[in-house]
């Protein structure tokens, strides 16, 4: 298969069946998808099972698979969302056998909080409203580093704009919402930049 093609069309060839267009997908996002685990969870074997799980559970849904416009996006909330059932599952299990304390001391509470405001309408509609008062730019360059989780080079690239510039933008949206989700921010004890990542997995799915 040819090295050169875009990932968009290895997607499309994977939804009509090309067992090589998964393996390039493979390929092609396993160094980052597996960072973006391992920063989630702090857990690499974790990680490298689910982004496997998830590239099986699209083989298996190949032929009902949407057209997605950021392939790298769509794997991201697929490993993340996989990522929050697998700790999920795991609790049940280390709350039904009764494991010991000191077997329970895993770095789950940046999870266990984007599990919860899942169901959280209240915070979500806070957030969306306060992510809709930022201008298009900033809710652009916000969707770029939390959601398709780009570095500030690539971004800087993409929007034809310096690094300096896209730190400076994303900074000032950063600290205006931190000041419209300031009991939020404050409740959770979490940083802004987590609630930020959470909540624009919920607001654009």
């Keep these: 298969m040819n090295g050169n093609l875009h990932t968009q069309d290895y997607w499309c060839q994977l939804r009509d069946g090309n067992t090589d267009a998964l393996s390039a997908l493979y390929q092609l996002h396993y160094t980052g998808l597996i960072n973006y685990g391992v920063k989630l969870t ?3 074997d974790l990680a490298n099972d689910c982004f496997t799980a998830v590239l ?3 083989w ?3 032929h009902t698979l949407p057209e997605v416009s950021n392939v790298r996006a769509y794997l991201i909330t697929c490993l993340h969302r996989r990522m929050l059932r697998e700790i999920a599952s795991g609790k049940k299990r280390l709350e ?5 304390p000191s077997a329970q001391k895993l770095q789950w509470s940046h999870e266990d909080y984007l599990a919860a405001i899942e169901g959280n309408d209240a ?5 969306a409203k306060a992510f809709r008062r930022l201008t298009q730019r900033q809710q652009q360059l916000l969707r770029m580093k939390f959601f398709e989780d780009l570095d500030y ?3 800087a690239l993409t929007c034809g704009i310096t690094k300096r510039t896209a730190y400076n933008i994303i900074h000032d949206a950063l600290k205006q919402l931190k000041l419209e989700l300031k009991g939020h921010v404050q409740s959770s004890g ?4 987590t609630l930020i ?3 624009l997995l919920l607001i654009l799915h």
Excluded: N
């Design 60 to 62: 298996e849904r190949r």
């Design 153 to 155: 080079d690539h971004i």
């Design 123 to 127: 915070f979500t509609q806070v957030f």
């Design 42 to 44: 702090g857990d690499r």
């Design 197 to 199: 990542s959470a909540a």
């Design 190 to 193: 979490l940083p802004i930049e």
């Design 56 to 58: 099986l559970d699209l």
């Design 96 to 100: 039904h056998h009764q494991e010991a």
